[in-house]
């Protein structure tokens, strides 16, 4: 059973970095074909999908958000994170992290419970 749990302050400041950290059991993100990716869910609002990083250190974007985003991974510790720059009010959210089924698919099968950031002074 793979496991995801997100890690990281729940409270930045406007015009700061966020990052956030993913620690995956259970699987690998390493395993060929596999996926790891960052979706976030805005108060009152639907999935956005941020970008994932795949099994060979692959990364893809959404494109309106890949001036800000930064995917990066450590496979001595099975974790990938996330970084989001200059960020805004508009940028508080819960933050979840997932498994996606195989590269380029947008299917997640496995999540984390989620991680809530709040971007205020």
């Known amino acids: 059973q793979v496991q995801l749990q997100e890690s990281g302050p729940g409270l930045v400041k406007p015009s700061q970095m966020l990052s956030l950290t993913c620690t995956v059991s259970?699987?690998?993100?390493?395993?060929?074909?596999?996926?790891w990716g960052w979706i976030r869910q805005p108060p009152g609002k639907g999935l956005e999908w941020m970008g994932a990083?795949?099994?060979?250190?692959?990364?893809y974007y959404k494109p309106s958000l890949k001036s800000r985003t930064s995917i990066s991974r450590d496979t001595s510790k099975n974790q990938f994170s996330l970084q989001l720059s200059s960020v805004t009010p508009e940028d508080t959210a819960v933050y979840y992290c997932a498994r996606e089924v195989t590269r380029w698919s947008g299917v997640y099968d496995y999540w984390g419970q989620g991680t809530q950031v709040t971007v205020s002074s």
């Open positions: 990083i795949a099994y060979d250190g692959s990364t």
């Open positions: 259970g699987g690998s993100i390493t395993a060929t074909n596999s996926a």
